[in-house]
């Protein structure tokens, strides 16, 4: 009787494995690019364990749209074409019509994990009631930042809270093959990335020479990518320290080009922009795709906590990161190349900082 009940057992792992490969999950990110980069780990992890057949992400397209055919994410859908602001009605009032746009949204997922919302509000409430309107599934609410205190990773609170809400830490599970697939993905996920977790295409890299070339570089160099910017101005290390930076890597013959968003433009002066050209070349307003090709062709790259940083991390590239304010432990960038300076100075984004200029020198020059 018990070796009848040890088969039993066995099967039916066996048919849970198996269903495993046909489940597809779904992370709804809200976020800018940088929040959606850190959300990689996350999705790699959930196709490693849950979802083998498949993470798709719903976002904003300016931001996700390169995911696709270059990362663990098989597609993407625009947050901004869905009504999901029904969501957000009183769950008392929330109705769904048959075949409506919303149920059909959430159909082919058996595991949504979503930075909208908070834990037990409407939203969530809704979107279980959506979900379920075409089939079961596993709804998790996760948060977008740790609380004060968390010495870990971002990544890994991402993940933590991922396996805590889903059950896949709990009772039998933990000790099933299921439950042994999750403790070996989440030992292998540590927050240091071994590999990139974006991949260039030839396309990209085809691109991303075109439009070097078009700056001035010549198409055998390799250049040094600079951005001194980011969402936030107290985030961005002074520009004088850039302008430093890219004066002793031209006087090593290497080729420096500054990247300039819509952020920067406004934020500079009309001087504070002249002095970079004295120093370098620019590139203005790229579309995030445009920056992923000139990235893919880059040397060595330069910036501040931004989502520019985590993408060329992310990349692969040799990244500098220049962190002042915010906690690089929980959000630095990941990457296989990626180096951190992390400056206290309470006049980080106010003054020079030769020690750091020289620091960055010596890392991309070695």
């Known amino acids: 009787m018990c070796a009848k009940n040890n088969?039993?057992?066995?099967?039916?792992?066996?048919?849970?494995?198996?269903?495993?490969?046909?489940?597809?999950?779904?992370?709804?990110?809200?976020?800018?690019?940088?929040?959606?980069?850190?959300t990689l780990p996350l999705a790699e992890f959930m196709k490693e364990t849950v979802c083998?057949?498949?993470?798709?992400?719903?976002?904003?397209?300016?931001?996700?749209?390169?995911?696709?055919?270059?990362?663990?994410?098989?597609?993407?859908?625009?947050?901004?074409?869905?009504?999901?602001h029904r969501l957000f009605a009183k769950k008392q009032e929330f109705e769904l019509a048959d075949e409506d746009p919303l149920i059909m949204a959430f159909a082919d997922y058996a595991w949504i994990a979503t930075f909208l919302g908070?834990?037990?509000?409407?939203?969530?409430?809704?979107?279980?009631?959506?979900?379920?309107?075409?089939?079961?599934?596993?709804?998790?609410t996760l948060a977008m930042?740790?609380?004060?205190?968390?010495?870990k990773h971002i990544?890994?609170?991402?993940?933590?809270?991922?396996?805590?809400?889903?059950?896949?830490s709990r009772?039998?599970?933990?000790?099933?093959?299921?439950?042994?697939?999750?403790?070996?993905?989440?030992?292998?996920?540590?927050?240091?990335v071994g590999m990139p977790m974006i991949r260039p295409t030839p396309a990209d890299m085809r691109k991303g020479k075109?439009?070097?070339?078009?700056?001035?570089?010549?198409?055998?160099?390799?250049?040094?990518?600079?951005?001194?910017?980011?969402?936030?101005?107290?985030?961005?290390?002074?520009?004088?320290?850039?302008?430093s930076v890219a004066r002793m890597l031209a006087g090593e013959s290497a080729e420096v080009v500054f990247l300039l968003g819509p952020a920067e433009i406004e934020r500079f002066?009309?001087?504070?922009?002249?002095?970079?050209?004295?120093?370098?070349?620019?590139?203005?307003?790229l579309s995030l795709a445009d920056v992923l090709a000139v990235l893919s062709c880059a040397a060595g790259y330069v910036g501040n906590d931004s989502g520019i940083t985590h993408l060329a991390a992310a990349l692969g590239i040799r990244t500098v990161a220049v962190f002042g304010p915010t906690d690089p432990a929980v959000y630095g960038p990941l990457g296989p190349a990626v180096t951190i300076l992390h400056s206290h100075a309470s006049d980080f984004a106010e003054a020079p900082s030769e020690n750091l200029q020289q620091q960055i020198c010596e890392i991309l020059l070695a």
């Open 171 to 192: 009772g039998e599970l933990a000790c099933s093959e299921l439950g042994r697939r999750v403790e070996s993905a989440a030992e292998e996920h540590k927050s240091v």
């Open 145 to 151: 930042k740790p609380g004060d205190g968390y010495i």
């Open 52 to 84: 083998q057949g498949g993470v798709d992400v719903i976002g904003h397209t300016e931001y996700i749209g390169i995911l696709p055919g270059r990362s663990c994410v098989d597609a993407v859908r625009s947050m901004d074409s869905m009504d999901l």
């Open 269 to 285: 002066s009309a001087s504070a922009i002249a002095g970079i050209e004295d120093v370098g070349r620019i590139l203005t307003n």
């Open 210 to 243: 075109e439009i070097l070339a078009e700056a001035g570089v010549m198409p055998t160099l390799k250049p040094v990518i600079i951005h001194p910017g980011s969402g936030g101005a107290h985030k961005c290390w002074q520009l004088d320290n850039f302008l």
């Open 7 to 38: 088969i039993i057992d066995q099967l039916r792992e066996k048919l849970a494995l198996v269903s495993l490969q046909n489940q597809r999950g779904l992370i709804l990110q809200p976020g800018a690019i940088g929040d959606c980069i850190l």
């Open 118 to 140: 908070e834990p037990n509000s409407d939203f969530e409430w809704n979107l279980i009631f959506t979900a379920y309107c075409s089939h079961s599934a596993e709804v998790m």
């Open 155 to 168: 990544s890994e609170f991402y993940k933590e809270q991922f396996v805590e809400q889903s059950g896949l």
